[in-house]
C-alpha cells in the first residue's frame, strides 16, 4: 500500500524503460517465488540482480531500498507481481515474461491502473482522485489527434478525475489559441502558463506558507514552483515511455508530441469505447487484485475474432485465413505479419543508409541532439548512431533498441547487450553510447560496457573490440577504458580494447566516409583499434594515449 498526496496524475516512474522490469521479475520469480518479500530478500535478490548482465544501476548503499523501488513500483502497481502473503507473479506477469506479444500485455495492465485504489490510497494532503490515467491519455491523445509534451505536463496531469475531461480540454484548446496570437517567444509564453497554473493547482500550500519541498529547506515560492515543475516533467516523461510501450502511439521527437498511430487507431477506439471510465474494488484489495493480476481483461480488439479477421484482412490482404484457425492462432498470424513487415521495413532503412541518401538527415539529428532540442535523446542517439554506423562501412550492423511495427525506434536496448553489433566477419565490434556526463558517465557505464564487451566475444568466439561514444568522455572512463588495455583479465576474456570517442570525432569519422571516394573497408575500421593498443602499451599515462587515440581516428581513412 502506497500513500499518495499528490495533486496531480500520479504516474509510475520506475523502472524508467518499462521493458526494463522484464527481466527483474523473471529474476525474482525463479529464485523467490513462496518467499517473504522483507530486507532479508530484498537484500538478497539485489545481489543476485547484481550479478547479471542485464543489470545496469546501482543499491550498493541500501540494496533493500534499491530493490523495494525497483520492484515494490511499476511490476507491483501495474498487477505483474505479488509481495504479499508472498512473492509470486500474477496471470499478467506470467504472460509478460513469456508472450511475444509484450505490447498487448502492457496495454492491458496500463488500462485498469487507477487511483485511487487499494494500492494508491491518498493522503488528505492529495486531491480528488477518480480516474484510470492511461485510459484517459489515450482519450485525450484520441481528441485532439496530437498532444505537446507541453500540453500533456502542464494541463493533461490535471486530468485527475474522468469527469472533468471536458474542462481540460478546453483549457489546451485555449492555451492554442493563446499561443497562436502571443507576441511572446514560445519559451516566455510556456513558462508564464506553466507557473500560472502551478499557482492555481498548488494555491492552498501556497496560501498557507507551505513551501518547503523535502529536497530543499527553501521556502521561496519560486523554489517551490521550480520543484513542482520538475516534477510534471518526470511524470510526463515517464507517461511517454509507458504509452509508447504498448506499441499504440508514435513519438515525434523533432516535435516532442505523441500521437495515435494510424494504423491503430481502430484498436484505440474499440477499448476507448468499450471499457468503463470509473476505478473499481477501491475499498476491495482482494478483487482488486484478482481484477489487476489478470491477463485475460480488459478485453481489446484483438480479442474479438470478428474484428481481428478484419484487420488481418485489410493489412495483410495476401494472407488466407482458414476458418479452424483459433483465436490464439490468429494473434500470431497478426504478430508474424508485422513482425515480417518490420524487418522488410527496416532492410529498406538499411539499403538507403548504406547508398548514403540518408546521410543528411543522420548528421542533422547529431546537431539536434548536440542542442539538445529532441525529446529522449538517449534513444535518439543509439538509433542514429546505429544508422551511421551502418553507412561508415561493411559489415553486419545490428541494433539492439527496440523499434515500433513500421521501424521508427521505441526504446533503448535493455541491459544484458550492447547498444549496438558489429559483425565484420574475421572480428567483431560492440558500439555503446551515452549521454551521461561527469562521474555519473562513469558509474553507470564503465563496468557494464566492459562486461557487455566480454559477453560478445564469448558469443561469437572472433577478436572484438569496442567503441564508446558520448557528447563528452569523463576523464575516469578515460583511465578505466585505457587501464583495461593493459590488464589481462579472464573474466572480462583477457584485454579489453574499448575507445572512448566525444560525437564530435565519431561525426568527423562519419563525414570522411561520406566524402570518401571508395567505400571504407573493415580492415579500416580494426586498424583504429589495433592502433589503440599500440599506442597504450607505449604510453606514459591515460592521457597521452586519449589524445594519440583521438588523432589517429580523426585520420582514420588516411
Not at 579472464?490 to 580494447?497: A, K, N
Request: include cysteine; charge should be negative.
Amino acid at each position: 500500500m502506497a500513500r499518495i498526496d499528490s495533486k496531480i496524475l500520479f504516474i509510475t516512474t520506475s523502472p524508467r524503460t518499462p521493458a526494463r522490469m522484464i527481466p527483474e521479475i523473471e529474476l525474482l520469480n525463479a529464485h523467490f517465488t513462496g518467499k517473504k518479500w522483507n530486507t532479508e530478500t530484498q537484500t538478497a535478490f539485489m545481489q543476485l540482480l547484481s550479478e547479471e548482465n542485464f543489470f545496469n544501476g546501482e543499491g550498493a548503499n541500501d540494496p533493500a531500498f534499491s530493490a523495494r523501488d525497483r520492484i515494490n513500483r511499476a511490476p507491483k502497481s501495474l498487477g505483474f507481481i505479488l509481495l504479499s502473503p508472498e512473492i509470486q507473479l500474477t496471470s499478467a506477469g506470467q504472460e509478460l515474461v513469456t508472450s511475444k506479444r509484450k505490447e498487448e500485455i502492457f496495454l492491458r495492465q496500463l488500462l485498469k491502473f487507477q487511483l485511487p485504489s487499494p494500492f494508491h490510497i491518498p493522503t488528505e494532503k492529495a486531491t480528488n482522485f477518480y480516474v484510470k490515467p492511461y485510459l484517459e491519455m489515450f482519450r485525450l491523445i484520441q481528441y485532439f489527434g496530437s498532444l505537446s509534451f507541453d500540453e500533456i505536463m502542464i494541463f493533461g496531469l490535471q486530468l485527475v478525475d474522468y469527469r472533468i475531461f471536458d474542462s481540460i480540454v478546453a483549457k489546451i484548446e485555449q492555451f492554442r489559441i493563446e499561443k497562436a496570437t502571443t507576441e511572446l517567444s514560445y519559451k516566455a509564453f510556456r513558462h508564464n502558463q506553466l507557473y500560472a497554473e502551478l499557482q492555481v493547482i498548488y494555491q492552498n500550500e501556497i496560501a498557507g506558507g507551505k513551501t518547503k519541498t523535502r529536497e530543499s529547506r527553501n521556502r521561496t515560492l519560486d523554489k517551490f514552483l521550480q520543484t513542482k515543475a520538475s516534477n510534471m516533467r518526470d511524470y510526463t516523461d515517464a507517461l511517454f515511455r509507458y504509452l509508447r510501450a504498448t506499441g499504440l502511439v508514435n513519438i515525434s521527437y523533432i516535435g516532442k508530441s505523441i500521437s495515435i498511430a494510424p494504423e491503430k487507431m481502430t484498436e484505440v477506439t474499440y477499448f476507448l469505447e468499450n471499457i468503463d471510465r470509473k476505478p473499481c474494488f477501491i475499498d476491495d484489495e482482494k478483487r482488486y487484485v484478482e481484477y489487476l493480476g489478470n491477463a485475460a481483461i480488459p478485453q481489446l480488439l484483438t480479442d474479438n475474432r470478428d474484428l481481428l479477421l478484419y484487420k488481418i484482412n485489410n493489412e495483410f490482404p495476401q494472407i488466407e485465413v482458414e476458418e479452424t484457425v483459433t483465436l490464439q492462432q490468429l494473434k500470431d498470424i497478426l504478430f508474424d505479419e508485422t513482425e515480417k513487415r518490420k524487418e522488410h521495413i527496416l532492410q529498406e532503412q538499411v539499403t538507403a543508409i548504406k547508398d548514403y541518401r540518408l546521410y543528411d538527415d543522420i548528421r542533422t539529428v547529431y546537431s539536434q541532439i548536440i542542442d539538445k532540442s529532441l525529446y529522449d535523446m538517449p534513444l535518439m542517439l543509439e538509433w542514429n548512431t546505429w544508422r551511421a554506423m551502418t553507412m561508415l562501412d561493411g559489415g553486419h550492423i545490428k541494433a539492439n533498441l527496440k523499434f515500433d511495427d513500421f521501424g521508427n525506434p521505441m526504446s533503448t536496448a535493455q541491459g544484458n547487450i550492447a547498444d549496438i553489433v558489429c559483425d565484420y566477419g574475421d572480428f567483431g565490434l560492440t558500439v555503446e553510447v551515452t549521454m551521461q556526463s561527469g562521474q555519473r558517465q562513469y558509474e553507470t557505464e564503465g563496468e557494464p560496457v566492459t562486461r557487455h564487451l566480454a559477453k560478445f566475444k564469448k558469443e561469437t568466439g572472433k577478436p572484438s573490440y569496442c567503441l564508446f561514444i558520448a557528447p563528452e568522455i569523463n576523464e575516469a572512463c578515460i583511465a578505466h577504458f585505457y587501464a583495461l588495455h593493459k590488464m589481462n583479465i579472464s573474466y572480462y576474456g583477457g584485454i579489453s580494447t574499448i575507445v572512448p570517442l566525444p560525437l564530435s570525432i565519431f561525426q568527423k569519422m562519419v563525414e570522411d566516409s561520406y566524402k570518401s571516394s571508395y567505400t571504407p573497408q573493415p580492415e579500416q575500421v580494426k586498424r583504429l583499434f589495433d592502433r589503440s593498443n599500440e599506442i597504450a602499451a607505449t604510453s606514459t599515462d591515460e592521457k597521452t594515449w586519449y589524445n594519440e587515440i583521438t588523432t589517429q581516428a580523426l585520420n582514420w581513412l588516411s
